[in-house]
């Protein structure tokens, strides 16, 4: 199975890349396309195919290669933005919607594991919030007070799972984790089994809307759908979500220990950036998964220091065997901490989007699948107005500003460099990259462990921001809005919709 990096998650092992069946498309007037093949773009396209509409899935690489394979997998009631948060910046009423939301997501994994015989290691566990100092004590009281009024199964807890000093803990009933790749699969089946359409490798290039449909260009082609949803993690090309979502970067690891002391039930400890912690069983092998040491994408210089980091950190709490498997994941953090999902904003009224996950995105890929279908099939749901998108406001002139960056185009189209000209420029060992300055251009330059130099322009083609490099994950990646690239400048994950341009570098004398 493939995924956005050059590092393997355990969501990986011992997983074969998903064979979808083959169907004619360009000939066909679908209701609903959806734009990507992760965990909110299935969920969405089973639940709509379910409700009795014709549905295609476009995903440019295959299902499972963005952030869904490279999930923690906890199914959460409670959120990133807590009770205490969302009471206040929306009110107790929408903090008791949220976990009607959120638990109906939970409920809607369950069934769909139980209609279509998903064996994917699904459990339900209980999640512990605990504090580890008086500052975070007195928010987590606040927590458990706007939790109890939201509804939540909670209580405060003796005990924690695992081995940390914490002066306060709270328990959280009804909590679930499960194999999350095992069960993308599983509910790709059902989707085709019940009539949909499912690509892989074809990337979606351009949209525009006539009287009565949308004219969709594709890398395999042109498409017709009545309904669009872009289920791409943050919506492709430029929009005012962008800049409400900023990407950051969470860095995973599963360990085997020593002494068999998996942590029975999820936890967290309320750090900035916080640690969460679970057990999942592979293959017949127990793990503990870890992860934390979050940062904005390509904000830290050192990707590999933040692994570092946490294995220090888990080493000191945990006896380690062995780390079998360490990854890092994107997500986007929303502006006023609720996600941002139905009608994309300057977009025509038959185009959708899921963005803004947080940490979450397991829970939230299937509020998403709740909601909009509900927009879909009947035009409204009980959780529009709480989720609306509409509820970030342009400012004056990003209109504008719009027309002006998308789809940068490349500076050096035509331009050649001599491996000679920036032979001095590129004393970089096998395996690492670097920007370099020549004659007034920037060059990303990237030697592969033969020796060989990759380079390519290292401005985004989204609206221009230099790239940087990603040690860990052998990717640059851009620190304005998180798209990424591969050495060779393909476009791992948006919102940029081209790669980056190639520069060719010629031997002298050619």
């Not at 909670?154 to 790749?181: C, E, G, M, T, W």
């Not at 002391?261 to 967290?268: I, R, V």
């Not at 009980?382 to 509820?391: D, G, I, K, V």
Request: hydrophobic share 35%; charged share 20%.
């Amino acid at each position: 199975m493939q995924r956005d990096g050059a590092l393997t998650s355990l969501w990986q092992f011992q997983v074969p890349e998903y064979s979808s069946a083959k169907a004619p498309v360009t000939d066909t007037v679908f209701d609903v396309l959806i734009v990507g093949g992760g965990m909110t773009g299935l969920a969405t396209a089973l639940q709509l195919q379910k409700a009795g509409k014709k549905c295609l899935l476009a995903e440019a690489h295959t299902i499972g290669f963005g952030t869904s394979g490279g999930t923690t997998a906890h199914l959460n009631t409670f959120m990133d933005s807590s009770y205490a948060d969302v009471e206040k910046n929306f009110g107790e009423t929408n903090a008791q919607l949220l976990l009607k939301a959120a638990t109906a997501a939970i409920d809607l994994v369950k069934n769909n594991i139980a209609a279509h015989g998903i064996d994917c290691g699904f459990s339900e566990q209980p999640g512990y919030v605990y504090s580890k100092d008086e500052k975070q004590t007195e928010e987590l009281n606040k927590i458990y007070e706007a939790s109890t009024k939201a509804g939540c199964l909670v209580a405060y807890a003796d005990s924690i799972p695992v081995p940390d000093d914490f002066i306060k803990a709270l328990r959280y009933d009804n909590q679930a984790q499960f194999h999350p790749s095992q069960y993308l699969y599983g509910v790709a089946k059902a989707f085709e089994a019940a009539g949909g359409v499912l690509l892989q490798h074809c990337r979606i290039t351009g949209v525009t809307a006539t009287d009565d449909r949308l004219e969709v260009e594709s890398s395999m082609g042109n498409l017709v759908a009545q309904h669009l949803v872009y289920a791409t993690h943050i919506p492709p090309g430029v929009n005012l979500l962008h800049f409400r979502c900023p990407p950051y970067r969470s860095y995973v690891m599963a360990v085997t220990l020593k002494d068999d002391h998996y942590p029975q039930g999820l936890a967290y400890d309320m750090l900035d950036p916080y640690h969460y912690y679970r057990t999942q069983e592979v293959g017949g092998q127990k793990y503990l998964i870890a992860g934390g040491e979050d940062h904005k994408t390509a904000h830290h210089d050192n990707t590999e220091e933040c692994f570092d980091t946490l294995e220090s950190y888990l080493r000191e709490r945990f006896s380690i065997d062995e780390v079998a498997f360490k990854w890092s994941s994107q997500y986007y953090e929303p502006a006023d901490g609720l996600p941002y999902i139905g009608h994309l904003p300057g977009n025509p009224e038959t185009v959708f989007v899921a963005t803004g996950f947080s940490g979450n995105g397991m829970t939230y890929s299937h509020v998403s699948a709740l909601l909009l279908t509900g927009l879909i099939v009947s035009g409204k749901s009980e959780y529009e107005a709480l989720f609306n998108p509409a509820r970030v406001k342009p400012v004056a002139g990003f209109e504008n500003f719009v027309k002006e960056a998308a789809d940068v185009v490349a500076r050096f189209i035509g331009d050649r460099f001599t491996k000679e000209k920036i032979a001095h420029l590129s004393e970089i060992a096998p395996g690492e990259a670097k920007l370099v300055k020549y004659e007034g251009e920037s060059i990303a330059l990237y030697k592969d462990e033969q020796g060989l130099l990759h380079a390519v322009n290292p401005a985004c083609t989204h609206i221009n921001c230099m790239v940087g490099w990603n040690s860990a994950e052998q990717s640059w990646d851009c620190p304005c809005h998180g798209s990424r690239f591969s050495v060779d400048g393909e476009m791992l994950t948006g919102p940029a919709r081209k790669d980056l341009e190639i520069i060719g570098l010629e031997d002298p004398g050619k």
